[in-house]
């Protein structure tokens, strides 16, 4: 071998070691990063409903009427006869066995409102629905109210009442029968709290 052939194979074996070692040095210089957790999310539940053990019926003058809690306590169906000088109501709680507040955002009044009622058949016929000691008359927005329904059992009365008052004299006295479909919505949202 030629000097020029040596010096190729030195120059060959220098540049061979020059990558190793460059090679363990970036090795040597290299990081990992790593992220290890555990997250534990509580167990949550929303349940709104009526109390069936609060639900009261108040008769007058023997009116015939039946309430009953259904659809997983979720609806009230009601049915009464009224005769002149009866009424009829009912009292239930609206009841929150959720783990978290709920808010009434919303009452609304399905087929007859209260004031449907009283500009139709004026004092012939009497409608009221009460939440929490308020009488409502129409659909109502409630978001700018704070009406609180607590978590884990937070209850709230609800009143339905029907008059059919005995008038003063013969011409206030319905002259038809007259069945009137009525219904209540209420609408509920969560109260998101950050603890």
């Known amino acids: 071998m030629n000097k020029e052939g040596r010096f190729q ?14 090679s363990i040095g970036f ?3 290299q990081t990992q990063l790593t992220i290890n957790g555990n997250a534990t999310f509580q167990a949550a539940k929303w349940k709104v409903i009526w109390d069936n053990t609060t639900l009261q019926e108040t008769e007058v003058n023997g009116t015939n ?11 009230i169906d009601y049915t009464v006869t009224l005769k002149p000088n009866s ?6 709680n609206a009841k929150n066995e959720g783990t978290f507040d709920a808010k009434l955002n919303r009452i609304t ?21 009460t939440y929490n000691g308020v009488a409502y008359t129409e659909t109502t927005d ?16 609800v009143v339905v009442t029907l008059t059919y008052p005995l008038p003063g004299d013969e011409s206030q006295l319905l002259t038809n029968e007259t069945t ?6 209420l609408d509920y949202v969560p109260i998101v709290e950050n603890n």
């Open 9 to 22: 194979n030195v120059l060959i074996i220098l540049l061979a070691v020059a990558v190793v070692g460059m």
């Open 27 to 29: 090795a040597a210089l």
């Open 65 to 75: 009427g039946t309430a009953v809690i259904n659809n997983n306590n979720l609806n």
């Open 87 to 92: 009424s009829y109501s009912f009292t239930v």
């Open 109 to 129: 009044f399905l087929h007859n409102s209260p004031a449907d009622v009283t500009n139709t058949y004026g004092t012939k016929i009497g409608y009221t629905f």
């Open 142 to 157: 409630l978001t700018a109210k704070d009406i609180k329904l607590p978590k884990n059992g937070g209850t709230v009365p």
């Open 180 to 185: 009137l479909e009525l219904g209540v919505q």
